[in-house]
Structures are given as structure tokens and as C-alpha cells.
């Protein structure tokens, strides 16, 4: 269980962890997509 | 030629230039006083100023140290002489040596004042006991300086938004230097019972630091300048 | 070539995540398994500690997050070590460099501020002014700027060769830092939390959170380093594609 007494700094601290990587990847993927669309598809090495 | 040649022809050119056009006299240093200025705005307090003054002497050189930096390869940049100097050969080792030396001299200059200045505002007292501690502490952090500006200015010379880009570069690097040369100045003028004993570990920081980034710099000031 | 051409019908997924493959795929999934398992563990099953009570849940995600940047760090210099060696020189190193860098600043960001959480907690304040933290802190600055200098322009083998010298010269920042500021304040915390003191239950969590974010680094830095690439096709064929557009426009 968790002891409330700081329990707003540990969820937070794993909301912020969690929510910056998950963020950086929303945003990581849109780059890509915007990339990706402007060229062939056969110009990637690794599919 | 070889590249202590060079230097000598780099840091005689970048001096005249700054001879002629008295850059360096005329905005460098009146910024650097007005800097120090703002301080006593800020802190308010005799007693405080005493007792921070040789922190707030390095702050406004690296301040400064940013503008100088910036106006050595405005110089360069302006009109590609830095590219001219790549495609007649010249090496890149002379010419790191040479911009070095040309922004060591403007350093020192600029120092003494800031210096002259501290006693005059802060009501600094330099002694007879840590002058030797004083001078070398201004010789090893000032050239560790000299090296970075260099390297770091030809880096962001030429690019786009460099103003911007140089402080953010540079001013995490000379954080050892900040902190190696104030507490070694605090020692030498005595700050809060400080004796210049307490000093001298610090010259060995910056000694190290101007040493590594001069060689650093020698090796790597080819490759950043390389268009 | 045809330039202008849409993704083929059979190529969906692909169209959505450009840089997926099944090995990614899988890699994605077993990161999230164990950010959830990191979740469930750390949150709920394990005890809290008997001196730092719920602060130490705190830790299971700051320890490894610290752990990944400094990680990504060191990625980063030897990938532009091996750019600047003229025998193993390919952008691919410079890509991989960049990717690292990016995770490595994002990590190192989410470390500063779970840190000073826990730190709010342990210490009352959150913020303290020794070594290891303001250390922390100058590489976090230091690695954007590294960036910024990688968006500075030019060709592709300039930024790759500027960047790799300025990742070197942050490698020789790193350690005067370090020292200058481990002796401006030479009293510095001790080790909070000693090896000893953590039960079984609350070494698996943190067992868990360091194999689940390195899981999540592998992955987020093979798709980053991959956008790098799609990013850099992109600037080559720049120059073909407006002229193509243009042609099509008129």
C-alpha cells in the first residue's frame, strides 16, 4: 500500500517520468510520419 | 611557415583590427563597468559587495569574454576571411594559436580594468602577500579562457543564430574556471580570512583546464572550422 | 524514379510508423510489459523503505533514468569517436550519436525532476548544490547545447564532424566540472539509501525499472536514429522534391 503522506510526489514524480517519454514519442513518430511522407518507401534500409 | 609563425601573423592582424577600430575600449569595457554597476544595483549591500567582489570580477569577464569572442570571428566572417585562410593553406593550428593570443591580450587588458574597478567600488584591498597568488591565478584562468573563446567562437562562427548559440555553449564550459578563479582570487585579497595558502590548489584546476583546452583545441580547431 | 508515388495499399502499418519493423515491434512491447510491471511493482506491491517511507518508490524510476542518461552520454561519445575515425567514418555513427543525445537529454530532464521530488521528500528542499547533482545539471545543459549544434546547418558530414568534436569536447567538460564544483562544496549527501537497507521485494522493482527503461532507450533511440535517416534522405532529395512539387502545382 501506499502511505499517503507523500503521495503526491511519488505520482508525480511517475507521472512526469512516464508522461515526458510518452510525449517524446508521440512526437518522435509524427517527425516520422512527416518524413516519411515526402519520400518513396523503398528508400529505408531497415524494412 | 610553421604554426607558431602563423599565430604571430593571426594575433598581430587580430590586433590591429581591434587597434583601429577600438571595439574593445570603446563598448567592451564600458559594458563590463556598467555590468559591475548593475551588481551594487542588485546586491545593495557595502558589506555583501566586499565579500562577492571577486566573483562578480569573473562574471563580468566571462560576460565580456562572450562580446570579445563574438566580435574576434564577426571579423573572420564577415567577408569569408576564414575561409580564405582554409583554401590558401593556412594551418588550422596557427590560426587557433594565433586568435588565442590576439584574445588573450584583449582579456588581460580588460581584467586590469575590471580589477581597478572592483577596488574602486567594492572597496577591495589587494596585499603585498597574495599578489604573486593574484597574478597567476588572472595568467592560468585567463588563457584557459582565451582557448575556450577561441575554440568555441570559430565553432559558431559562420552559423546561423550563433549569438545566441555561443553563450549556451561557452558558459557551461568555463563553470570550472568561475569557480577555480574566484575562490583563488578570494584567497589572494583575503576574503572572509582567507589566506592565499587556501589558493593555490585552485591555480592547479585552471592550469589543468587551460592546458587541456589548448591542446583540445589545437587538435580539434581544424575540424570545427572545416567548410 | 517515380517521386510522387503513395505508399502501396499493403503497406498500412507502415505508412503509420514509418520506422517500424517486426524487431522494434517486439522491443515496444516488452518495454511496456515492464513499465507496467515497474508501475505495479513500484507503486503498490513493494513495502515502503523504514526510513524514507513512500520516498523510495520515488527511486525506482530516478535511479534508472539517471542510469540511462549517463548511458546515452557515453553512447554518444564513443559513436562520434568512431564517426571521427577516419577508418570506421559513417554518418550511421552520427545518426546514433544524435538519437543518443536526444534520449540521453530527455532522460537526463525526467532525472532532475523526479530527483528533486525525491529530494523535497528525503531532504526538505529540493535542490542541493552538491557534486553529483550540479554536475547532473551541466550535462543536461551542455547536451542541448550539443544539439543545437547539431541543427546548425550545412552539409551532412559537416554537422556530423562538428558534432562529434563537440560530444568529445563535452566528454572533457564533463569530469573539470565535476572536480571543480566536488571541491567548491566538498561536503556533499551521503549515499541515502545503502545497499543493505533494501529488501528483496524493493531490489526487484528497481531491478525492473532498470531493465524496462533500458528496453525503452534501445527502442527509442533504434526509432529516433531511423527519423534521423528518413530526416536526412529528406534534405538530399530536397532540392528534387520542391522542383517536383512545383511541377505538379503548375
Given at each position: 500500500m501506499i502511505a499517503m503522506l507523500h503521495a503526491p510526489y511519488v505520482i508525480g514524480s511517475y507521472v512526469v517520468t512516464l508522461g515526458g517519454i510518452a510525449l517524446y514519442t508521440v512526437g518522435m513518430f509524427a517527425r516520422a510520419r512527416k518524413a516519411a511522407k515526402r519520400l518513396p518507401n523503398e528508400e529505408r534500409p531497415w524494412s | 611557415m610553421n604554426a607558431w609563425g602563423i599565430a604571430r601573423l593571426v594575433a598581430a592582424k587580430d590586433l590591429r583590427v581591434e587597434w583601429r577600430s577600438r571595439i574593445l575600449i570603446n563598448q567592451v569595457l564600458p559594458f563590463a563597468t556598467l555590468v559591475r554597476v548593475m551588481f551594487a544595483f542588485a546586491l545593495d549591500n557595502d558589506q555583501t559587495l566586499t565579500r562577492v567582489a571577486p566573483g562578480l570580477v569573473w562574471l563580468a569577464t566571462m560576460f565580456s569574454l562572450l562580446v570579445v569572442v563574438q566580435r574576434s570571428f564577426a571579423v573572420e566572417t564577415a567577408d569569408g576571411a576564414l575561409d580564405a585562410l582554409q583554401v590558401a593553406g593556412v594551418r588550422a593550428t596557427g590560426i587557433f594559436l594565433g586568435k588565442s593570443l590576439a584574445l588573450l591580450a584583449q582579456l588581460a587588458v580588460l581584467e586590469l580594468v575590471l580589477m581597478g574597478a572592483a577596488v574602486v567600488l567594492y572597496r577591495t584591498e589587494v596585499h603585498a602577500g597574495g599578489v604573486v597568488l593574484l597574478v597567476t591565478t588572472y595568467a592560468a584562468a585567463t588563457t584557459g579562457l582565451a582557448f575556450v573563446g577561441t575554440l568555441y567562437g570559430g565553432l559558431a562562427?559562420?552559423?546561423?543564430?550563433r549569438e545566441t548559440l555561443l553563450p549556451l555553449l561557452m558558459l557551461p564550459v568555463v563553470a570550472p574556471v568561475l569557480i577555480g578563479a574566484t575562490r583563488a582570487t578570494e584567497a589572494a585579497l583575503g576574503?572572509?580570512?582567507?589566506?592565499?595558502?587556501?589558493?593555490w590548489p585552485w591555480i592547479g584546476l585552471l592550469i589543468l583546464f587551460a592546458a587541456l583546452f589548448g591542446v583540445g583545441g589545437t587538435m580539434a580547431f581544424g575540424s570545427l572550422i572545416d567548410e | 524514379m517515380n517521386l510522387t508515388s503513395s505508399p502501396s495499399p499493403t503497406s498500412g502499418a507502415r505508412a503509420k510508423h514509418?520506422?517500424?519493423t517486426r524487431f522494434t515491434r517486439a522491443l515496444g512491447i516488452a518495454a511496456l510489459v515492464g513499465i507496467g510491471w515497474l508501475v505495479l511493482f513500484g507503486l503498490f506491491l513493494s513495502p515502503n523503505d523504514r526510513v524514507q517511507k513512500t520516498g523510495v518508490r520515488i527511486l525506482y524510476i530516478h535511479v534508472p533514468s539517471a542510469w540511462l542518461a549517463y548511458l546515452a552520454f557515453g553512447v554518444t561519445g564513443l559513436s562520434s569517436a568512431a564517426y571521427l575515425w577516419k577508418r570506421t567514418r559513417n554518418l550511421q555513427w552520427d545518426r546514433l550519436a544524435g538519437a543518443s543525445a536526444e534520449v540521453g537529454v530527455l532522460f537526463m530532464g525526467i532525472t532532475l525532476v523526479s530527483g528533486s521530488l525525491w529530494g523535497r521528500i528525503s531532504?526538505?528542499?529540493?535542490?542541493?548544490?552538491d557534486a553529483r547533482l550540479t554536475t547532473t545539471a551541466f550535462l543536461f545543459v551542455t547536451y542541448i547545447g550539443y544539439l543545437a549544434v547539431r541543427d546548425l546547418g550545412g552539409t551532412h558530414q559537416q554537422r556530423a564532424k562538428r558534432s562529434a568534436v563537440m560530444a568529445l569536447l563535452a566528454m572533457l567538460e564533463v569530469p573539470l566540472v565535476h572536480f571543480s564544483v566536488k571541491w567548491w562544496r566538498p561536503l556533499h549527501q551521503n549515499?541515502?539509501?545503502?545497499?543493505?537497507?533494501?529488501n528483496g521485494l524493493m531490489l526487484f522493482s528497481l531491478f525492473i525499472g532498470l531493465i524496462s527503461f533500458t528496453l525503452l532507450y534501445v527502442w527509442l533511440v533504434i526509432h529516433r536514429q531511423r527519423v534521423l535517416a528518413l530526416n536526412d534522405q529528406v534534405d538530399d532529395r530536397g532540392l528534387d522534391l520542391a522542383l517536383a512539387a512545383r511541377r505538379e502545382e503548375s
Open positions: - | 562562427a559562420g552559423a546561423k543564430g576574503t572572509e580570512g582567507a589566506t592565499p595558502s587556501d589558493g | 514509418p520506422t517500424s531532504w526538505g528542499q529540493f535542490w542541493t548544490w549515499e541515502t539509501v545503502e545497499k543493505g537497507k533494501l
